[in-house]
Every structure is written in structure tokens, then in C-alpha cells.
């Protein structure tokens, strides 16, 4: 079975860290761009980052550059989305996605990037 899971999100203190995962199975991850967006109530989905396929290559929304980092461990067919310095408005469900066959991950993420396969999403809260 394809499928993604993701796993990590909580309750967070703003400035505190969370490491999301991203685990697949059904098909190896390390051939494909791997997204990560999110959701927030009320909100359209936000591209936040992704890592390359190919050549592994990265992209990260403005919003989260310098504090959020993504990396692979091809060994364990998993991707992370490590998130520094949090912030209330980064609280949101977090997916990772991808579309099968797609190896390079978008200059600039646009809300009409399609995807053929997501997890179910992990919840992270950012709150005093």
C-alpha cells in the first residue's frame, strides 16, 4: 500500500521546537519531491517546504525561512520538517505530499500544486 504518515505535531510554547516526520511506504520517497503544507482554520493551504528528488534541492515558503529545516534519511524512506523558533501563527494540521513522478520540487509554491498521494496530517499548536 502507498501511503504517507506523518507524525511529531503537539503543543508548543512560542520560540520552542517541533520535528515533524514523514514516513513512506509502498514506494521509495528518495526518487521524488516530498512537500510539506499546512492548514489552518479558516485558511487556504500553504506551501511551507520541500525537498527534491533528484538532486535535493529545497524550497521553503517565506514565511519559515531560517527557522524551518528539511532533510532525508534515505535509509529510512522519511522525510522531517525540523520547526525552530515557532511561532502562534505557524499552529496549523501539517501534511506532507507528493505526486508520483514529479522529482523537483516548485521555485514558488502555488496553491494549485496537485498531489496524487498525502497523509492524514499532524496537528501542531503554538500557544502560551
Known amino acids: 500500500q502507498v501511503q504517507l504518515v506523518e507524525s511529531g505535531g503537539g503543543l508548543v510554547q512560542p520560540g520552542g521546537s517541533l520535528r515533524l516526520s514523514c514516513a513512506a511506504s509502498?514506494?521509495?520517497?528518495?526518487?521524488?519531491?516530498i512537500d510539506w503544507f499546512r492548514q489552518a482554520p479558516g485558511k487556504e493551504h500553504e506551501g511551507v517546504s520541500c525537498?527534491?528528488?533528484?538532486?535535493?534541492?529545497?524550497y521553503y515558503a517565506d514565511s519559515v525561512k531560517g527557522r524551518f529545516t528539511v532533510s532525508r534519511d534515505n535509509a529510512k524512506n522519511t522525510v522531517y520538517l525540523q520547526m525552530d523558533s515557532l511561532k502562534p501563527e505557524d499552529t496549523a494540521v501539517y501534511h506532507c505530499?507528493?505526486?508520483?513522478?514529479?522529482?523537483?520540487?516548485?521555485?514558488?509554491?502555488?496553491?494549485?500544486?496537485?498531489?496524487?498521494?498525502r497523509g492524514q496530517g499532524t496537528q501542531v499548536t503554538v500557544s502560551s
Open positions: 509502498g514506494f521509495n520517497l528518495n526518487y521524488y519531491a
Open positions: 505530499a507528493a505526486l508520483l513522478g514529479r522529482p523537483s520540487c516548485p521555485t514558488v509554491w502555488s496553491a494549485s500544486r496537485t498531489y496524487n498521494i
Open positions: 525537498i527534491s528528488g533528484r538532486d535535493g534541492n529545497v
